[in-house]
């Protein structure tokens, strides 16, 4: 830490001398001695005689105090105690006034970015941020005992009743405090804004003006305004319709039985749907025989006792009543049509807050739709006038492929002025201010199930035709995709205890609108709409 004592190093124009605290600057500019040192505390813990310094800050818990400003920073060098039309001095501290280059720090030579001053300010003096002049625009984070002053005119740094503007990029958190021990922010107006959302998660991005993570700080004369939250990603849509008979029919379609002496149809199988499901599979066909011809297999999966239920053929047992079409019959039954998917649950539940930001719930993902069942095999006949064994029957159709789900929506971002995760904040006339949340991204469609493949014809021979496999069962509907959960309008965020006592609800303005909810997914089977946000002037996670 007093690496910077062993030799001349130049700051700026400030230059810290050899061996000693004695600071000075180049002509016009800031004089800090050993004095001001002793007096005022210039690395944040205080003088040779135990002076004021950021240390001292007393920041037991977040609230609202009636006092005029703090004792972070002494009367003559603190804009809010200013006499009337009085200038900061030049050895208060360093100074920014934001969009000049080439500055050194010093009041006639001001920084053009926080940035600067934070970096270059290794006595941790008090930093002014002049407030008539460009908007501050960029990101800081404090880790110390950093004190930032706004609330002074940029010509002759006098006290101005307007706040020192500060925004930062888009999806930027202007002022990130963290692990703080006494930090100052003084007399300034903060903005965040939001855009677009995370391509990965479709989580909307949040807009949060300012996130205090295990941190102590005071902040006073504040306004915090968090833009609107971004709407969350709409969810990936699951068109046209899964593999089946109508794109493949080959794959799906039955096998003809073969005619005297040839076996029955094969099995016809189709493992590879892309939802998944396992294995559908066309019974195959029944034998031909010398005596009585054999029955078919069932189609499978058998996933159900409801009718139809791809029983098989039986075979031709040479009674009179036997035929394809009589009961029992010869012919395959058809399979069943596969499940559709289920409806995924609603987004409702509250999102998370941590040093990271703002999580919401997303839309569940629709569940795929369940492959249909094959058909049963067609049972096979007599031998008849064929050689030795009769005519077989044909193989059931393979069921269709089920529909893939659609994906979920994102959940809109939140637009939170104050986060505060385990931090013990005081504020004294701060004014906290949430836009809307983002909307929920609406749940993609799910896709429609394939249709199962036709059931093969039995051969003919020896004067007899075999039986029919029945045809494959439609594979089930995906399911649409959820909406995603609405951003929450938030005051006041806080991780662990709710602060007590805590900043006046009077000083908290949220949205008046919930943000809606993303519509569901579409498809034969709709999703469901996501939850709505939450507008809370606090709220605890």
Not at 223 to 237: K, L
Request: glycine share 26%; net charge negative; aromatic share 4%.
């Amino acid at each position: 830490m007093r690496a910077w004592l062993r030799s001349s190093v130049a700051v700026g124009s400030v230059v810290l001398a050899a061996g000693g605290l004695a600071l000075s600057a180049s002509s016009g500019g800031c004089v800090f001695t050993d004095t001001y040192c002793s007096k005022y505390g210039c690395d944040g813990t205080g003088g040779a005689g135990g002076a004021t310094s950021s240390s001292s800050v007393t920041t037991s818990t977040t609230s609202t105090t009636t006092m005029s400003s703090t004792s972070a920073v002494t009367t003559e060098c603190d804009p809010l105690k200013l006499t009337a039309d009085a200038s900061i001095s030049a050895t208060c501290g360093v100074f920014v006034e934001p969009g000049k280059t080439g500055g050194t720090g010093a009041q006639s030579a001001p920084f053009g970015t926080l940035a600067e001053a934070l970096s270059m300010n290794p006595m941790n003096l008090p930093i002014y941020v002049c407030s008539t002049g460009a908007a501050l625009d960029e990101g800081a984070t404090l880790s110390g005992t950093e004190r930032l002053l706004g609330g002074v005119t940029c010509l002759d740094w006098k006290a101005s009743s307007t706040k020192t503007a500060w925004t930062a990029p888009t999806n930027t958190t202007p002022l990130t405090l963290s692990s703080t021990t006494g930090a100052l922010v003084q007399s300034f107006a903060i903005t965040s804004a939001a855009s677009s959302f995370d391509g990965a998660t479709l989580q909307g991005n949040s807009s949060i003006a300012v996130l205090a993570d295990n941190a102590t700080a005071t902040f006073e004369n504040v306004d915090i305004v968090a833009g609107g939250g971004a709407p969350g990603g709409e969810g990936q849509d699951e068109a046209g319709q899964a593999p089946g008979r109508g794109d493949m029919p080959a794959s799906f379609d039955g096998t003809m039985g073969g005619t005297c002496n040839l076996a029955g149809g094969p099995a016809k199988v189709f493992s590879t749907c892309p939802a998944g499901g396992g294995m559908t599979e066309g019974g195959k066909g029944g034998d031909g025989a010398n005596g009585n011809g054999a029955a078919g297999l069932g189609g499978l999966p058998n996933f159900s006792a409801v009718e139809p239920n791809g029983t098989p053929g039986v075979g031709d047992d040479g009674s009179g009543g036997w035929s394809c079409g009589a009961t029992p019959s010869g012919n395959g039954e058809f399979g069943h049509d596969g499940p559709n998917g289920s409806p995924a649950p609603a987004a409702v539940a509250a999102g998370n807050l941590t040093a990271a930001g703002y999580l919401g719930a997303a839309g569940g993902d629709g569940p795929n739709g369940g492959i249909g069942q094959g058909g049963g095999g067609g049972g096979g006949r007599r031998k008849g006038a064929c050689s030795t064994t009769g005519a077989s029957g044909g193989s059931g159709g393979a069921g269709g492929c089920g529909g893939l789900g659609g994906a979920g929506g994102g959940a809109g971002g939140a637009s939170i002025a104050l986060a505060s995760i385990n931090s013990t904040l005081t504020l004294t006339d701060v004014h906290l201010t949430a836009s809307n949340g983002g909307n929920g991204g609406a749940g993609g469609d799910g896709q429609q199930g394939g249709d199962g493949g036709f059931g093969a014809g039995g051969a003919s021979g020896g004067g007899f035709t075999a039986c029919q496999g029945g045809s494959g069962g439609k594979g089930g509907d995906g399911a649409g995709g959820g909406g995603g959960k609405g951003g929450p309008s938030i005051g006041l965020a806080s991780v662990g205890p709710a602060p007590e006592p805590a900043i006046d609800d009077a000083n908290i303005v949220v949205s008046a609108s919930p943000a809606p909810g993303g519509a569901p997914g579409g498809g034969n089977v709709l999703g469901l709409m996501g939850g709505a946000g939450d507008t809370n002037k606090k709220a605890t996670f």
